[in-house]
């Protein structure tokens, strides 16, 4: 199942990690979609979570969240 979402409780719970970015340069439109590794999910979910200023809470919490979605796998 792919499921896309911008909700970082649900991304948490997944088994893998898509990051699907688009860039625009002129009339061209290029999308890439990246598989984010362990430390990389965790500053994605803490990006979902706090925005573009990541703190160490921030960053915790989206720890803590992956850890929680693991276990219940």
Do not use: F, W, Y
């Amino acid at each position: 199942m792919l499921c896309v979402t911008h909700l970082p409780q649900v991304a948490a719970l997944g088994h893998q990690h898509l990051q699907v970015n688009k860039r625009s340069v002129g009339a061209s439109t290029q999308t890439a979609i990246d598989r984010l590794q362990e430390d990389t999910r965790v500053m994605e979910v803490a990006r979902m979570l706090g925005g573009l200023e990541l703190t160490a809470q921030t960053i915790a919490h989206a720890r803590e969240m992956l850890q929680r979605g693991t276990r219940g796998s």
